[in-house]
């Protein structure tokens, strides 16, 4: 039987990453994008960018709780579209919103301590991106697992640079944080669960609560 070249977790990763690209066009072909369309552009891109760095970073939570091996397989395929989107969202940001005026861009981003954050993080995220393929392991050997590691950190920093981008105060719990407190509270179980002895915990209770595999019965004229 011919194989099937994709999987339908690839499928459903591969849509859900194009689906805000698609839907931006739909809306722009329409012209079903708001009057600020060049803001709605940037915080869709950037949301997008962000749930997908979150879904990168549970893959191997989840394979820890259900035994999913697939999805550490997937991990750069979603860490790779972040970053896309993220690359999206920051050319929005010089290009349309600042019509590349870099002496205002660098004057913005010294003004609002939130664009600091992201340029930070987008920065992070190059190194990453670049070495994200196999050849790139080879080469760095250990130092490979080090670099990514920093991804831990990058994760925080973009929700931070989202719930102070909007029009509230997450610490105080008011105004439009509802959205960056579901993705703060979702990375800090995930990070959570990546803690060595908890992820060795979770491990061995996966082992324990796998029902135990039908006993064979032995063939006509073998022993048992």
């Known amino acids: 039987m011919k194989k099937t070249p994709y999987t339908p977790l690839q499928i459903i990763i591969h849509l859900f990453a194009w689906s805000v690209l698609a839907h931006l066009l739909f809306d722009a072909i329409t012209g079903s994008l708001s009057?600020?369309?060049?803001?709605?552009?940037?915080?869709r891109t950037g949301r997008h960018a962000i749930t997908l760095l979150v879904l990168s970073l549970a893959c191997t939570p989840l394979n820890s709780l259900f035994g999913w091996r697939e999805l550490l397989k997937r991990?750069?395929?979603l860490g790779l579209y972040?970053?896309?989107?993220?690359?999206?969202?920051?050319?929005?940001?010089v290009e349309l919103d600042y019509?590349?005026?870099?002496?205002?861009?660098v004057q913005t981003i010294f003004e609002k301590p939130y664009i600091i954050v992201g340029v930070t993080t987008f920065l992070l995220l190059i190194p990453l991106a670049v070495t994200s393929f196999d050849i790139w392991k080879v080469r760095l050997?250990?130092?490979?697992?080090?670099?990514?590691?920093?991804?831990?950190?990058i994760g925080p920093l973009a929700i931070l640079h989202?719930?102070?981008?909007?029009?509230?105060?997450?610490f105080s719990l008011q105004g439009d944080i509802i959205r960056p407190l579901i993705y703060g509270l979702v990375l800090l179980i995930l990070l959570t669960l990546r803690i060595s002895p908890i992820k060795k915990a979770l491990a061995s209770l996966?082992?324990?609560?796998?029902?135990?595999?039908?006993?064979?019965?032995?063939?006509?004229?073998?022993n048992p």
């Open 162 to 170: 989202f719930a102070w981008s909007k029009k509230g105060d997450i």
């Open 99 to 105: 019509g590349l005026a870099w002496s205002l861009i």
């Open 75 to 77: 991990r750069r395929t």
């Open 35 to 43: 009057p600020n369309f060049i803001q709605d552009l940037e915080q």
């Open 82 to 93: 972040a970053f896309m989107y993220a690359a999206i969202h920051v050319l929005i940001f």
């Open 206 to 222: 996966r082992t324990r609560v796998r029902p135990p595999l039908p006993k064979q019965n032995p063939q006509p004229g073998t």
């Open 141 to 153: 050997g250990k130092n490979w697992k080090r670099l990514h590691r920093v991804v831990y950190f």
